[in-house]
């Protein structure tokens, strides 16, 4: 149920991710064409305003499919309805028509030769594939041609329709830190931290009562005021639940023969943060994730890869954060969203970082730059996402039974 519950969590990150993109692409003119939960093929689909809305059969976030991402191209005609030509040779004046217009640049040529080609296709003779291709084809050349395709628009919609994936992620998780600061401050506190998939103390902080009575980090906390402890998500509840009255700890320590008694002491009462102050916090903490997570890259250029994750990894993680209770589990998934949307602002494509470093250079051009450099660095990006997927994985895979 775990593992259902973290690729769920999962989903729901790109889905907002996607949504990002929707409602961005709607609001400044460009009308997708599809907004799916899930990836096809569909279980249900309505079409709602020119807009179909989906769920599909594989709970893997969504997708979004915006109206002509690249200028067309007279290549898109040949490799759309190749088969259709090849089987019904009346349609080769109508395809070389609309071809001419593409590569002229003549875009309202190119949507009258394209109705034309639509009639020409309706009467011609081909078989179920080829018409099948052929009218994706159409489909997608009408998109590409149309007033609201996204190659058309002005630099600072790309941009904005772009990064509103990335910049949504990383508002969910701003947000979702902020109310976790709010949820999780006030109360008492001893004032350290736990590891976390076991009840074994991570960090002391100086000044603090878990400090005054010796607690060291690698103990093992066995009982807290008599009761027993077995897993790591008993430790805030038992604290919480003393009430500020005095608390002592039973400990296992390295080296020692035996069980450690250490307290009794009473714990911290610390403030409930409110809103802003929770909001500022949760600005900070994403801040130092974020160089964090620069400086892990960097380490990985320099040849470090062991801190690189694919999605099984990352499932099992949040699986392991969700058994030690809820709130763990919303910081991975905070961190998770985070780390989704820097990494989707990385300048390669098929990334958004990418898409949005080519929208720029296109706008200090004054022109599209030309599919052949989309797809060979497209398939540079695609091969970088690849190497850094397979890295994870392997990595993943050496640390199963750990």
Same mark, same amino acid.
């Given at each position: 149920?775990?593992?259902?519950?973290?690729?769920?969590?999962?989903?729901?990150?790109?889905?907002?991710?996607?949504?990002?993109?929707?409602?961005?692409?709607?609001?400044?003119?460009?009308?997708?064409?599809?907004?799916?939960?899930?990836?096809?093929?569909?279980?249900?689909?309505?079409?709602?305003?020119?807009?179909?809305?989906?769920?599909?059969?594989?709970?893997?976030?969504?997708?979004?499919?915006?109206?002509?991402?690249?200028?067309?191209?007279?290549?898109?005609?040949?490799?759309?309805?190749?088969?259709?030509?090849?089987?019904?040779?009346?349609?080769?004046?109508?395809?070389?028509?609309?071809?001419?217009?593409?590569?002229?640049?003549?875009?309202?040529?190119?949507?009258?030769?394209? +109705?034309?080609?639509?009639?020409?296709? #309706? *009467?011609?003779?081909?078989?179920?594939? &080829?018409?099948? /291709?052929? %009218?994706? @084809?159409?489909?997608?050349?009408?998109?590409?041609?149309?007033?609201?395709?996204?190659?058309?628009?002005?630099?600072?919609?790309?941009?904005?329709?772009?990064?509103?994936?990335?910049?949504?992620?990383?508002?969910?998780?701003?947000?979702?830190?902020?109310?976790?600061?709010?949820?999780?401050?006030?109360?008492?506190?001893?004032?350290?931290?736990?590891? +976390?998939?076991?009840?074994?103390?991570? #960090? *002391?902080?100086?000044?603090?009562?878990? &400090?005054?009575? /010796?607690? %060291?980090? @690698?103990?093992?906390?066995?009982?807290?005021?008599?009761?027993?402890?077995?897993?790591?998500?008993?430790?805030?509840?038992?604290?919480?639940?003393?009430?500020?009255?005095?608390?002592?700890?039973?400990?296992?320590?390295?080296?020692?023969?035996?069980?450690?008694?250490?307290?009794?002491?009473?714990?911290?009462?610390?403030?409930?943060?409110?809103?802003?102050?929770?909001?500022?916090?949760?600005?900070?903490?994403?801040?130092?994730?974020?160089?964090?997570?620069?400086?892990?890259?960097?380490?990985?250029?320099?040849?470090?890869?062991?801190?690189?994750?694919?999605?099984?990894?990352?499932?099992?993680?949040?699986?392991?954060?969700?058994?030690?209770?809820?709130?763990?589990?919303?910081?991975?998934?905070?961190?998770?969203?985070?780390?989704?949307?820097?990494?989707?602002?990385?300048?390669?494509?098929?990334?958004?970082?990418?898409?949005?470093?080519?929208?720029?250079?296109?706008?200090?051009?004054?022109?599209?730059?030309?599919?052949?450099?989309?797809?060979?660095?497209?398939?540079?990006?695609?091969?970088?996402?690849?190497?850094?997927?397979?890295?994870?994985?392997?990595?993943?895979?050496?640390?199963?039974?750990?």
């Amino acid at each position: 149920m775990n593992i259902f519950i973290a690729i769920i969590g999962l989903s729901l990150l790109v889905l907002v991710h996607e949504a990002g993109h929707f409602f961005t692409a709607r609001a400044v003119g460009m009308s997708p064409r599809r907004f799916y939960v899930g990836f096809p093929p569909a279980l249900a689909k309505v079409k709602r305003k020119g807009i179909e809305y989906g769920i599909g059969a594989v709970p893997l976030g969504g997708y979004v499919k915006i109206p002509g991402m690249h200028r067309p191209a007279p290549s898109d005609v040949d490799t759309f309805f190749g088969p259709a030509k090849d089987e019904a040779p009346r349609l080769v004046g109508p395809l070389e028509r609309l071809k001419r217009s593409l590569a002229d640049g003549d875009m309202a040529g190119g949507r009258t030769h394209l +109705t034309e080609l639509a009639g020409a296709l #309706d *009467v011609a003779d081909v078989s179920r594939m &080829a018409r099948k /291709g052929a %009218q994706k @084809g159409l489909n997608e050349l009408a998109d590409g041609l149309g007033a609201d395709a996204y190659w058309r628009q002005r630099t600072w919609k790309k941009v904005l329709v772009i990064f509103a994936g990335p910049g949504t992620n990383l508002l969910f998780a701003v947000i979702l830190f902020a109310t976790l600061f709010v949820v999780g401050s006030g109360g008492y506190r001893l004032g350290f931290s736990m590891e +976390t998939n076991a009840p074994v103390v991570h #960090d *002391v902080r100086a000044d603090h009562p878990a &400090a005054q009575i /010796g607690l %060291q980090p @690698g103990d093992r906390i066995l009982r807290i005021n008599g009761h027993k402890v077995d897993d790591v998500s008993q430790v805030p509840n038992l604290i919480e639940s003393s009430k500020g009255k005095p608390i002592t700890l039973a400990v296992r320590r390295k080296g020692e023969s035996g069980p450690l008694v250490l307290g009794p002491v009473r714990p911290k009462t610390e403030p409930q943060l409110s809103v802003p102050q929770a909001s500022w916090e949760s600005v900070k903490l994403t801040t130092v994730i974020t160089k964090e997570i620069g400086a892990s890259l960097s380490r990985l250029v320099r040849g470090n890869r062991k801190e690189v994750s694919s999605p099984v990894g990352i499932v099992q993680g949040s699986s392991e954060a969700l058994a030690q209770g809820l709130q763990t589990y919303l910081w991975v998934l905070g961190l998770l969203s985070l780390s989704l949307a820097l990494l989707n602002l990385l300048p390669f494509l098929p990334l958004d970082g990418g898409h949005i470093v080519f929208s720029l250079i296109e706008g200090i051009r004054g022109r599209a730059v030309g599919r052949e450099v989309y797809e060979r660095a497209s398939a540079i990006g695609i091969a970088l996402v690849l190497l850094l997927f397979f890295i994870g994985l392997s990595n993943d895979i050496g640390n199963l039974g750990n």
